[in-house]
């Protein structure tokens, strides 16, 4: 009975509980709702007070950002305002608005600045596939953070007060307005900053539109669907899907448009057949920009799709930031007159890329010869079959693997059958010479194709490509048999070829930076804020910090370097000698369409390529009738920047001398550096004219160098004269022989005679 009786005086107490929890609950949702009201009044209110959004008020506003280079002095405006056209929204193709719409904001018309039913969309995928897969921000929220230079400042008060001040905007202004206002403000990569300055970059030199520009016929007004698609997908990322150098994802994004654009019914199913077998903008026209050199916009323009991507397009362009890059003027005016020399005329050009092995730094780049004329940046947009070029990652590899420098290997045509990786294919030396037994060392000194096939396979396709990755190459390595010996089904760029060989310079270790891009060399030193009426920094923003990672054991990267210096000292590149330590190697691909010398000194890594920049064109006859390989222009260009570098520095460094009242360092060294760009031949040594035969682009593999020797000794570790190059000369001069003391000014001086007691220099 007593039991009966405490149950039921238990019960209400349970009840009271609930009660309880409830109450809590409901307080805490109102607390919650009036906490979110208090915030979202308070944004109104701020809104209120916050200037006009509009963009020729902001022209009223800006202040250009300036570049300068590592030593301060000035490389011009970031940008123009001139770069940007406002259009109203008569002037602008509905078929712009209706791709913009259905990729950026499908429920456009329909929300009042925030979408909720978009946000929950976005939580729903995001939680579903655990990462962030979708974007929930509606075009007015996107307009509100460009206008506040927010894109660095993702707090949840900022998207808070973003997402205020989108639904103030959508109340005060028509949604045509808030459209136009948009696109007019919004950048498109390649220097175009709002939707007519984008139609002309893109669309201005097509037959349909060319002619247009002007205020009676806007470009913007007359794209077309799939051309309105192209830029629409450019929004999102104007890097990654940049129609220059990422066409395959440009054109995959514009598709993917395309097909949003189908399902809502923007356009017809014959538009969309139309648009998606539509080729890209083959002549496209950036924005003239400004530079103290004609070549100088190739790394500005390289630098800018950086500092967009970090602070926003408004904040990067219009914020008044003051960039210091890492570009140095002396050399780079070193570089640009070093090619113009060599390469002034009519036929091929050259791409180089100079980076400082202490601090990974871009010091100099020759994207091409004038960038107002040809925008493409050939310094880190070409993606060139980098041929023999790309064996030191064999060799390193090799090396990791246990193979000794000295291991013995046949070189003889073969036939290479591959059941693993599912090839065949014949690897053949020039003029089918072959030296029999040799050494890898040697192997790798007159660039043997015979021998590095074998070498390959042996160590393995994936773990070659895994190398050249670690080491920098940032482009996607095949795995495909004649990779081995640097035909691969897609190119790198001279940029990833500097930076990889950097971190054979460095001991095996890949150096990077807090403001470099993801694991390439850096081209921004620091950001500041300058005064309002000064050129002055104000407060700095941010500054560069090394990063460094070993990928490549010190052993083994000191061993390749060892191989590599043989090269010049002896090998195919000897027109590269220097009268101090220097390590490279030389490549040239299939018909000699591209030529490449990557070498280092203690100092820096320079790699120059040198071919025809529009198309594959064999340059058979371009290098005094005879045809251009790795050891040829590409090594002598290199040789003659790198002591135009030395002298540089030097100078610069005997005056802080002199300042200190030391004597200059090098006053006992007699004979001054030539000036930057002076051709110079040195004296080779006693060996007959070695051709490297291309290798493939991506197919089956053909054979490099040729190869008349009497093999070495196995064991020598790269001293003797073995592989696939002409013969070893029995007594090889310690030092290269001075250069003439009065170079031709214009034109290459000319190699020696066969009959004047020296035999012309070996090519690559």
Partial sequence: MDDDVADIHAFPQRRTRVKKLRLLLVLGGLSLLALVSTVFGMMMALAADLPSLE??????????????????RPLGILTSPDNRVLVRSDQISPAVKHAVIAIEDRRFYEHDGVDPRGVARAFVQDVLQRRAVQGASTIPQQFVKNALQAQSDRTVFQKLRESALAFHLSRKWSKEKILTEYLNAIYFGNGAYGIESAARTYFGNEPAHRGCGTKKRPCADELEPYEAALLAGIIASPSAYDPV??????????????????????????E??????????????????????????????????????????????????????????????????????????????????????????????????????????????????????FKPFVLATALKAGISPG??????????????YGCDFTVNNYEDAYSGVTTLANATTFSDNAV????????????????????????????????????????????????????????GRLVTGTLGPDRGPVG??????????????????????KKVKRVLPEDVARTTTEILSTVIARGTAVRARLDEFAAGKTGTTENYGDAWFVGFTKRMTVAVWVGYPN?????????????????????????????????????????????????????????????????????????????????????????EQPQRTTPSSPGTGGAGGGGSGG??????????????????????????????????APTD
């Fill in 615 to 703: 198309e594959f064109k064999p340059m058979e006859t371009e290098y005094r009738g005879e045809p251009v390989a790795g050891g040829t222009y590409p090594a002598e260009i290199w040789r003659d920047f790198m002591k135009a570098v030395d002298r540089i520095i030097d100078e610069r460094v005997n005056k802080e001398r002199a300042k200190k009242g030391l004597p200059p360092r090098d006053e006992d060294e007699g004979e001054e550096p030539p000036a930057p760009g002076t051709p110079t031949t040195p004296a080779s040594p006693a060996t007959p004219q070695q051709q490297e035969t291309p290798t493939p682009n991506g197919g089956a593999a053909r054979p």
């Fill in 524 to 545: 921004i030193r620091s950001v500041c804020r300058m005064k309002r009426n000064s050129a002055e920094c104000d407060e700095v923003i941010d500054r560069n910090r």
């Fill in 452 to 507: 590095y096939a074998q070498v390959g396979l042996k160590v393995g396709l994936k773990k070659v490509a895994q190398t050249a990755r670690r080491m920098g190459i940032r482009t996607p390595v095949s795995r495909n048999c004649a990779m081995t010996l640097g035909g691969l089904r897609e190119g790198v760029t001279p940029l990833d070829m500097a930076h990889a060989y950097q971190t054979f310079a460095t001991g």
């Fill in 727 to 760: 013969q070893q000369p029995t007594q090889p001069p310690a030092q290269p022989a001075p250069a003439p003391a009065t170079p031709a000014p214009q034109t290459p001086a000319p190699a020696p005679a066969p009959d004047s007691g020296a035999a012309a």
């Fill in 407 to 420: 291991s013995t290997w046949t070189s003889k045509k073969q036939e290479i059958h591959s059941k693993t």
């Fill in 55 to 72: 963009n020729r008020q902001e022209f009223k506003e800006a202040r250009n950002s300036e570049l300068v280079d590592v030593r301060g």
């Fill in 245 to 270: 150098s990422r066409p395959a994802a440009a054109e995959k994004r514009r598709n993917l448009v395309l097909q949003r654009m189908l399902e809502q019914r923007l356009i017809t199913r014959a």
């Fill in 272 to 389: 969309y057949d139309q648009g998606i077998q539509s080729t890209l903008p083959a002549d496209i026209s950036p924005p003239r920009e400004q530079g103290k050199t004609k070549a100088t916009p190739y790394f500005t323009t390289w630098v800018k799709q950086q500092i967009v991507d970090r602070y926003g397009p408004r904040r990067a362009f219009n914020g008044g930031l003051k960039i210091k890059t890492t570009i140095d003027l002396d050399l780079q005016r070193a570089a640009e007159a070093t090619v113009k020399q060599w390469l002034g005329g009519g036929g091929p050009t050259a791409a180089l890329v100079a980076i400082d092995n202490d601090t990974g730094e871009v010091r100099a780049m020759v994207g091409g010869t004038d960038y107002n004329k040809a925008p493409f940046n050939l310094a880190t947009q070409g993606r060139r079959q980098p041929g023999s070029a």
